[in-house]
T-cell receptor, first 116, second 110 residues
């Protein structure tokens, strides 16, 4: 069974940085589109960004709200997807989900809290 | 303000049928596939429908979906108490070059 397990969330001050990881199992990461989606407390889903698969050149796309601050990367040798988050703002506080293949599978999420 | 528009809430009695609408535009629903997700409190969303009308493996055929123009609809027949959850629609937006979601619909089974 394909599993996605996020880690790296926590409390960070405004302006700080954090890197989230998503470890995948039973999946050849190279072959799959991967997204990050977040959900602020009590709010709806917000797409953060996407990395395409190897065939599509690992192209990345970002939501306007995070472009220039967040970077998605992957390390297929470690079966892992990453989200580097810089210049964090209070409004970035959310549960961050790792998502495969256009929503086909979701991780359990990791909570990021940006607060002073 | 979500790009896709869903009703905040819907309700129906057990055994009845309920529909949840998702309204968008030419750049998202009008020209791309729609997905639907179910989310219970405190848990991650789960895929119900992909490619506009296809049920994800393991999803009962009580769940179905359709699209007409720039709107999509999720239908749930034979409502059960266990269907009480939040439902989200999503689609790629060609103009924004990003995935967009509806604001979510809370389904209450009366």
């Amino acid at each position: 069974e394909v599993q996605l397990v996020e880690s790296g969330g926590g409390l960070v001050q405004p302006g700080g940085s954090l890197r989230l990881s998503c470890e995948v199992s039973e999946l050849i990461l190279n072959d799959h589109f991967m997204d990050w989606v977040r959900q602020a407390p009590g709010k709806g889903l917000e797409w953060v960004g996407r990395t395409s698969n190897k065939v599509e050149g690992f192209t990345t796309y970002y939501a306007a709200s995070v472009k220039g601050r967040f970077i998605i990367s992957r390390d297929d040798s470690r079966d892992s997807l990453y989200l580097q988050m810089n210049s964090l703002k209070i409004e970035d506080t959310a549960v961050y989900y790792c998502v495969r293949d256009f929503g086909a599978g979701w991780g359990q999420g990791t909570l990021v809290t940006v607060s002073s | 303000q979500s790009v896709l528009t869903q009703p905040p809430s819907v309700s129906a009695a057990p055994g009845q049928k309920v529909t949840i609408s998702c309204s968008g535009s030419y750049s998202n629903i009008g020209n791309n596939h729609v997905s639907w997700y179910q989310q219970f409190p405190g848990t991650a969303p789960k895929s119900l429908i992909y490619d506009t009308t296809k049920r994800t493996s393991g999803i009962p055929d009580r769940f179905s979906a359709s699209k007409a123009g720039t709107s999509a609809t999720l239908s749930i027949a034979g409502l059960q108490n266990g269907d009480e959850a939040d439902y989200y629609c999503g689609a790629w937006d060609t103009s924004l070059r990003g995935e967009v979601f509806g604001g979510g619909t809370k389904l209450t089974v009366l």
